[in-house]
C-alpha cells in the first residue's frame, strides 16, 4: 500500500478508448488517482460526475482526474458517455494495480464477505510521490474535498 512520502507504483492502463495511459508519462501534473467498485452503480456514478464538475477547477491546478476499477474499456465508454464524464476511466480488468496500491480488500455486506475496491483516492505530486492515501472514502462531496486538499499543496 501506498503511503504519503513515497513513489506512487507507476502502472499503464486502457482508458475508455482504448487509449494507453503510463502514470510516470504524466510527471509534471498532479494526479487524481481513484479507485471505485463499478461503473454506472449510484455512488460511482455521483463520485465521477463530482470530479467531471469540477474538472477545470483541477486543470487549473495542473491536476488530471483519473478513475480506475476493473471495468473493462467497452463498460467505461458506456458509463463516460451516458453520464458526459469528462474524466479519464482506466481499465483495470487483471487487477494488479488495484492490488498494488492496495485497494482490492475483502469486503463484507449483509454478512457475506467478498473481494472487491475498497473506494480510496491517492493525490500524487507532480514528481510522482503519493501526497494523500485515502481509504474507503464516502463518495459524495469527495471530489470537493480531494479539490481543497490540493489546493493546500
Excluded at 476511466?89 to 469486503?107: A, F, H
Aim: aromatic fraction near 8%; proline fraction near 5%.
Amino acid at each position: 500500500m501506498p503511503q504519503p512520502g513515497s513513489p506512487a507504483p507507476d502502472f499503464t492502463l486502457p482508458d475508455a478508448d482504448m487509449e494507453l495511459y503510463k502514470l510516470s508519462k504524466l510527471k509534471g501534473k498532479t494526479v487524481v488517482l481513484y479507485f471505485y467498485p463499478k461503473d454506472d452503480t449510484p455512488g460511482c456514478t455521483v463520485q465521477a460526475i463530482e470530479f467531471s464538475d469540477l474538472d477545470e477547477e483541477y486543470a487549473k491546478l495542473g491536476a488530471i482526474v483519473l478513475g480506475v476499477s476493473r471495468d473493462d474499456c467497452i463498460s467505461h465508454a458506456a458509463f463516460r458517455d451516458k453520464h458526459g464524464l469528462a474524466i479519464v476511466l482506466l481499465s483495470d480488468v487483471d487487477g494488479k494495480v488495484c492490488e498494488k496500491y492496495g485497494v482490492w480488500q475483502e469486503k463484507e455486506k449483509d454478512g457475506i464477505k467478498k473481494m472487491g475496491i475498497v473506494r480510496s483516492t491517492f493525490i500524487i505530486d507532480k514528481e510522482g510521490i503519493v501526497r494523500h492515501a485515502l481509504y474507503g472514502v464516502s463518495a459524495k462531496g469527495h471530489a470537493t474535498d480531494i479539490l481543497n486538499l490540493i489546493k493546500e499543496l
